[in-house]
């Protein structure tokens, strides 16, 4: 889908794909991928097991050689037609990072029943409140960075889990980085199960303190 959105413009691309040993079949779907669409395009970067989100992103660039980097979900919740919008967007005012959201103009969610859309909707709110992250979604992770901010936001951040989203935005704010957003939405997965239970949300909540005390 991501060779159908971009493959047949100008923009030079890679695909880099970060597995933590998913048991879902991922990484044999990507050797597949790898085989049509050659190694020049689509980069395999496995793990051996679940490390981190934000030392998957570390491995990630380890392996990118372009100025920036895009990254999303591979579970088609971050839909491959927005791509386009998130360059168009930084090349407006060559902002350092853009980010999806789901809270303006026609942005949105598919698929949420009413506790997941409370959870989000709240999440975000009480965020805004303590945080001022001058962002309308605080708690997405569809996002473009040039590379070297995102390398110096990944060594600012200590936060792991659902809340490492909304610490890069923190950082991001605090370094004076220029942040642009374009309207996104967002569609619950149709295979696998949300990461989003009673542990996470107590996460959520501790580091959220910790961000209002720290920034």
Request: charged residues 25%.
């Amino acid at each position: 889908m991501i060779y159908d959105t971009i493959g047949y413009s100008e923009i030079e691309y890679e695909i880099i794909i970060i597995d933590d040993g998913s048991p879902d079949g991922t990484l044999e779907v990507a050797k597949q991928l790898e085989t049509i669409y050659g190694k020049d395009k689509i980069l395999l970067r496995p793990r051996g097991k679940k490390l981190g989100l934000g030392t998957a992103y570390i491995h990630g660039m380890k392996h990118a050689t372009g100025d920036f980097i895009i990254i999303m979900d591979a579970d088609l919740s971050h839909h491959p037609k927005f791509i386009l919008d998130f360059i168009i967007k930084q090349a407006e005012q060559d902002y350092d990072v853009v980010t999806g959201s789901r809270y303006i103009g026609n942005g949105g969610v598919s698929g949420w029943d009413f506790k997941r859309k409370l959870v989000s909707r709240g999440a975000n709110f009480v965020s805004q409140i303590l945080l001022r992250p001058k962002v309308s979604d605080l708690t997405g992770s569809f996002r473009l960075y040039k590379k070297p901010v995102l390398e110096k936001l990944i060594e600012s951040c200590i936060s792991k889990g659902y809340v490492f989203q909304m610490e890069m935005m923190v950082r991001a704010r605090q370094l004076d980085y220029t942040i642009g957003e374009v309207p996104i939405t967002f569609v619950d997965r149709v295979y696998g199960e949300s990461k989003l239970g009673g542990s996470e949300i107590f996460q959520f909540v501790k580091s959220l303190l910790y961000l209002f005390a720290t920034t």
